[in-house]
C-alpha cells in the first residue's frame, strides 16, 4: 500500500514539474504584473500543484492557506491583488465568504476556482463581480484569468460562456446596452473577454486612451461604480456570446 501512495505523490510532482516547465513562456508572453497572490484551496494536493507552479512566476508573491479562517487572517494581514477562492469553500459560506474577504482586503480581486459549472452557481459568481477560473488543468487560462482579474476585468473560461444561454440572462434593453454607442459595445465586448485598453485599441484601430474613454463613458452611461461592474453587466446581458 505505501509504494502505491509513493507512486500516486511522485505522478503528481511529475505533472506539477512539466506543467512549471510550459508556463514559463506562457507567463511572458501574458506580462503577468507584479502582484501578491492568495490561494484559498480545500484540497492540498490540489494547493501544492498551483502553489508550486504560481510561485514559479517571478512577479508573483504567493500565500496559500486552506480554509476560510486562515484566509481572512492572511487577506488582513498582506493585502493581496489577487484572491484565488476554491468555490467549494465559497459554496459552504453560502457565498457570504465573499464579503467578509472584501472586509479584510476591500483592494483585491477576485477569481473562484473550481470544477461546478451548472448555471446557477456560475452565475451567482458573475453576480459577485468575479473570475471563474474552471479547473480543466489547463494551467495558462489561470494566468489569464490573474492578469486580466488584476487589471479589473472578469475572466469568463470558455466552458461557463456557453452556460449563458438567453433564458437566463436579463434583457438587454432593461439593463440600458440599447443606449450604448456601437463603438462602445465594441469596446464592451473586447473588454469581456480579458483584453486590456492597448489590445482593445490595436484590434479596434484606435488609441488605448480613447478605449479608456469609450468604456468611462459606458460605466456613467450605465449608471455603475467601475468598468467591473459593466462587465457584469455585459455578461448578463448577453454580450459574452457575440464576443466569442
Known sequence: ?????????NSQQ??????????QAIACELKLPSATVLLIKKDPFQRLGLGK??????SLTIYDCADSFKGLRLARRYQPDVIILDLEILVSSSFKLYEQLVEQSPEAKLIICGRQIDRETILKVYSISASYYFEDGDISKLLLAIASTFEGSIY???LTSHLLSNNLLMPVSSLGLDSLAPKELAALKHLITGKDYQEIGQTMCISSHTVRNYICGIVKKLG??????AVVVAVCGGLLAEAQ
Open 1 to 9: 500500500m505505501p509504494a502505491k501512495n509513493n507512486q500516486v505523490i
Open 14 to 23: 511529475l505533472s506539477i514539474m512539466n506543467e512549471t516547465k510550459n508556463t
Open 224 to 229: 455603475l461604480k467601475n468598468r467591473t461592474q
Open 156 to 158: 469568463v473560461h470558455p
Open 53 to 58: 507552479i504560481l510561485a514559479k512566476q517571478e
